[in-house]
């Protein structure tokens, strides 16, 4: 394509098409380089837009930034919720807390360590945590308030005699497992690539997570029906 029919290309787009581009763009460069390291010029740039495109369509890079974080908050999040969802519809009232918690750790872990988009966005939340410069309690109102609605409840479904409060640490629980895990298989690849031996099995560890988790659960269900 030549330089002026992309030009072309570019001015036929339309606000939307403009909008993602530039949310494409950002998210990479805010992973690669964090909030401070990617200049609005550079973003603008990388998308192909005019300098002035961040704010037309942001209000600035702050609300860039914040909207970037937004959209993949929201693909996360309907990930695990439905796979919370479907693994209660596919057992019904048979549904066991090792479906549960399996259906869940699946889709928790599979788009973090199987994409570019969810290695990106873990770049981008280390990044976040070492220089915040969002609110504090934004990704717990975005993630954790609709996801404890959804795996709460089926806590208590599969395992009655939890509580709402035990079953909420039980999740946050089963959540840092989760989190030390993809850690673990980011580590692994590194030292493979170094031509080290990985010592870690990823699937094996999920299974161990699923045991382990779910005995737990079991255990603590049991202990307050006595």
Same mark, same amino acid.
């Given at each position: 394509?030549?330089?002026?029919?992309?030009?072309?290309?570019?001015?036929?787009?339309?606000?939307?098409?403009?909008?993602?581009?530039?949310?494409?763009?950002?998210?990479?460069?805010?992973?690669?380089? /964090?909030?401070?390291?990617?200049? $609005? %010029?550079?973003?603008?740039? #990388?998308? /192909?837009?005019?300098?002035? *495109?961040?704010?037309?369509?942001? /209000? =600035?890079?702050?609300? +860039?930034?914040?909207?970037?974080?937004?959209?993949?908050?929201?693909?996360?999040?309907? =990930? %695990?919720?439905?796979?919370?969802?479907? *693994?209660?519809?596919?057992? =019904?009232?048979?549904?066991?807390?090792?479906?549960? $918690?399996?259906?869940? /750790?699946?889709?928790?872990?599979?788009?973090?360590?199987?994409?570019?988009?969810?290695? !990106?966005?873990?770049?981008?939340?280390?990044?976040?945590?070492?220089?915040? #410069?969002?609110?504090?309690?934004?990704?717990?109102?975005?993630?954790?308030?609709?996801?404890?609605?959804?795996?709460?409840? @089926? &806590?208590? !479904? $599969?395992?009655?005699?939890?509580?709402?409060?035990?079953?909420?640490?039980?999740?946050?629980? &089963?959540?840092?497992? +989760? $989190?030390?895990?993809? !850690?673990? #298989? %980011?580590? *692994?690849?590194?030292? @493979?690539?170094?031509?080290? &031996? *990985?010592?870690?099995?990823?699937?094996?560890?999920?299974?161990?997570?699923?045991?382990?988790?779910?005995?737990?659960?079991?255990?603590?269900?049991? =202990?307050? %029906? #006595?």
């Amino acid at each position: 394509m030549t330089t002026m029919n992309a030009a072309a290309s570019v001015a036929a787009e339309t606000p939307t098409q403009t909008r993602l581009r530039l949310l494409d763009a950002a998210e990479v460069l805010f992973a690669e380089n /964090g909030f401070r390291g990617a200049s $609005v %010029r550079d973003i603008t740039q #990388q998308a /192909g837009c005019n300098l002035a *495109a961040v704010n037309y369509h942001f /209000g =600035g890079k702050v609300n +860039l930034y914040r909207e970037v974080v937004l959209r993949r908050l929201a693909a996360l999040r309907a =990930g %695990r919720i439905e796979a919370v969802k479907a *693994a209660m519809a596919r057992s =019904g009232d048979e549904a066991t807390v090792e479906e549960l $918690v399996e259906s869940f /750790g699946t889709a928790f872990l599979e788009p973090l360590i199987s994409s570019a988009a969810g290695r !990106r966005w873990m770049n981008l939340m280390t990044r976040e945590i070492l220089d915040p #410069q969002l609110p504090s309690d934004l990704i717990y109102k975005e993630m954790m308030v609709p996801m404890r609605r959804e795996l709460v409840s @089926a &806590l208590e !479904r $599969v395992c009655p005699g939890l509580t709402d409060d035990v079953a909420e640490l039980c999740m946050h629980s &089963l959540i840092g497992q +989760l $989190v030390h895990l993809e !850690r673990l #298989q %980011r580590s *692994a690849e590194r030292d @493979a690539e170094g031509g080290g &031996l *990985a010592p870690f099995s990823f699937e094996r560890m999920l299974a161990h997570t699923v045991r382990f988790t779910s005995a737990a659960i079991r255990a603590l269900a049991a =202990g307050a %029906r #006595q």
